[in-house]
């Protein structure tokens, strides 16, 4: 699986194309998991 892509432009030099769409459900829920630690953190942190 190319997870980031290349392609050769009009001078020859490689260039980078994109990356893929496979790579989205693991940001999406990399971030929802950081989101979701650090507001449980905040609250056993701030209990008083």
């Not at 432009?9 to 630690?37: C, F, N, R």
Request: glycine share 6%; hydrophobic share 45%; net charge positive.
């Amino acid at each position: 699986m190319e997870f980031i892509r290349y392609t050769r432009d009009m001078y020859g030099q490689e260039t980078l194309q994109g990356i893929s769409w496979d790579l989205l459900p693991v940001v999406t829920y990399t971030g929802l998991v950081i989101i979701i630690a650090h507001f449980l953190y905040k609250m056993i942190i701030n209990k008083k």
